[in-house]
């Protein structure tokens, strides 16, 4: 199983970046797919993550108003959409699939391997 995420890249404050998480190995079609994000020295933290049923995605406070998730079900691909990035939005970006949630909690079991989004003020 195979999580690939890309479109990381180096931004100025107030720009846009999109990533894209594609599986391979089996379909995350029948389950929650999400993001996280670690900047060095700090743990990995929540970004957000969307359901394979109806309802809305779940975002973390900060990212609220500013990231879009949504995924393709027919290329088994997740989105990361970032609008008015700020500079605290820096960090190695990862997509997360399979495992359990709950209303405001994702516990993903597949990771891909990360992409960098740097920020710049």
């Known amino acids: 199983v195979q999580l690939q995420a890309s479109g990381g890249g180096s931004v100025q404050a107030g720009g846009y970046l999109r990533l894209s998480c594609a599986a391979s190995?089996?379909?995350?079609?029948?389950?929650?797919m999400g993001w996280f994000r670690q900047v060095p020295g700090k743990e990995r933290a929540f970004v957000g993550f969307?359901?394979?049923?109806?309802?809305?995605?779940i975002y973390t406070e900060s990212v609220k108003g500013r990231f879009i998730i949504s995924r393709d079900s027919a290329k088994d691909t997740v989105s990361l959409e970032m609008n008015s990035l700020q500079p605290e939005d820096t960090a190695v970006y990862y997509c997360?699939?399979?495992?359990?949630?709950?209303?405001?909690?994702?516990?993903?079991?597949?990771w891909g391997q990360g992409t960098l989004v740097t920020v710049s003020s």
């Open positions: 190995g089996r379909s995350f079609n029948s389950y929650a």
């Open positions: 997360a699939g399979g495992g359990t949630f709950n209303d405001t909690h994702y516990e993903p079991r597949y």
């Open positions: 969307i359901k394979w049923f109806r309802g809305s995605p």
